[in-house]
């Protein structure tokens, strides 16, 4: 990992103390991630200790971005990336992965990963899976690098570790290290973004959804500002739109006032980019898309704690602020659109670190209040929690945030 925050990971003392170790976990999201760094050969495992193999195992483990544990409908997500490099000319298969509780010794795995579900997690650095068996997809070529996606879920009120440890076996040898805390950032308490009911979470926070995956290189740094985003659209009878599915009035969502979700400072804001025609096949954006244009119409919004919310997609015309402008919680600062990269109304909204678009991390956040729609047709009242993917949502006619 880049770095660790005060009180958060510490590494066991010694290679005797790196053990397996766990923690109670309920579930696990679409499917984990892992990280790690030194290695101990075959050999150590088999009465010869590590310390007398030279050279050790030349598998780099890291984790850019430390994680936030954060609630959502009775389970506690841990959710993060563990970037491997082979620093050896020679490929070696990734056979398993390890989480282990960095803070307790001589229990289980928190979680393991090894065929298909290591393979479901991982994303090669520059090139595409490999076809052909399932050890020549999960193969890392001399000089390669994989990213693992990973994200684990814990029973609410079940111990969450402060600090995670990962082990990576080969069919050559096992490497450990990579300590990371679990507590990275602020979870800061939110407004709802939205007014009404029948929200859909398009794309939201899961393992496997289309922002999850969303890996870009920044000012030379591999981050994912996505990483939490949601795209809200608004659903009647299973749809989002009713009428020409190629007229932006016929969606739902469109023109829906977006609120502010904290009392803070506008950042920047930017109008007037015109809107695209509504099209997921055969897409041509109203302008051509460019660092100024991808997200659209936007605005950015300071809530405190180093944390910024963007608002995307916006309608032209609509914004409602000016860089600079305060704004108080619940306000509204402009309406849904279908302007920059997007197929059809819907208001794209993630909190990143940065208050420059595109250069943050994306970091976990908690809303007030809310209504998640269960199976049965019946509404769940949740409090401090954070959506997850395809769960439909209710903020109530007022927008109260039940702060």
Do not use: C
């Not at 030279?54 to 954060?70: C, G, I, S």
């Not at 509780?101 to 795995?109: I, K, Q, V």
Request: avoid cysteine.
């Amino acid at each position: 990992m880049s770095h660790i925050t005060a009180g958060a990971a510490r590494a066991p003392r010694g290679r005797a103390e790196r053990m397996l170790v766990g923690a109670r976990v309920a579930g696990v999201v679409g499917g984990l991630w892992a990280v790690l760094t030194l290695a101990l050969p075959v050999e150590a495992q088999r009465g010869v200790p590590a310390a007398s193999r030279w050279p050790p195992p030349p598998l780099d483990m890291q984790v850019p971005f430390e994680p936030t544990a954060f609630p959502s409908a009775g389970r506690v997500y841990v959710t993060y990336e563990l970037h491997i490099r082979n620093f050896a000319p020679k490929s070696v298969t990734l056979q398993r992965v390890e989480i282990l509780d960095a803070d307790t010794t001589g229990a289980t795995p928190i979680a393991v990963f090894e065929a298909e579900a290591l393979e479901s997690i991982q994303q090669p650095v520059g090139v595409q899976p490999r076809a052909g068996t399932a050890g020549e997809r999960r193969q890392l070529a001399g000089g390669g690098s994989v990213v693992l996606f990973l994200s684990v879920a814990f029973d609410r009120g079940a111990r969450v570790p402060s600090a995670l440890w990962h082990r990576v076996a080969t069919g050559d040898y096992t490497t450990e290290g990579a300590a990371i805390g679990t507590h990275h950032s602020e979870l800061r308490v939110l407004g709802p973004p939205l007014r009404g009911t029948d929200w859909l979470v398009g794309s939201g926070p899961s393992n496997d959804s289309y922002h999850r995956r969303g890996l870009v290189v920044f000012d030379g740094r591999a981050l994912i500002d996505r990483r939490y985003a949601i795209d809200w659209t608004q659903v009647e009878q299973g749809s989002t739109f009713s009428g020409d599915a190629l007229d932006n009035r016929s969606y739902h969502a469109y023109g829906e006032e977006a609120l502010a979700v904290a009392s803070g400072r506008v950042v920047w804001a930017r109008d007037r980019i015109p809107e695209n025609m509504p099209r997921h096949e055969g897409f041509r954006p109203a302008v051509a898309i460019s660092l100024d244009t991808l997200a659209g119409n936007t605005v950015a919004l300071d809530v405190g704690g180093g944390q910024f919310a963007y608002y995307m997609h916006l309608q032209p015309g609509s914004v409602r602020v000016k860089t600079g402008d305060r704004v108080r919680r619940g306000q509204a600062i402009a309406r849904i659109g279908n302007s920059g990269d997007s197929r059809e109304p819907h208001l794209h909204l993630e909190v990143t670190d940065s208050s420059r678009f595109l250069a943050g991390e994306g970091v976990p956040y908690l809303i007030g209040w809310y209504r998640t729609k269960s199976t049965d047709g019946s509404w769940q009242v949740r409090r401090h929690e954070l959506p997850l993917k395809d769960m439909l949502v209710d903020f109530g006619s007022s927008g109260a945030d039940g702060k």
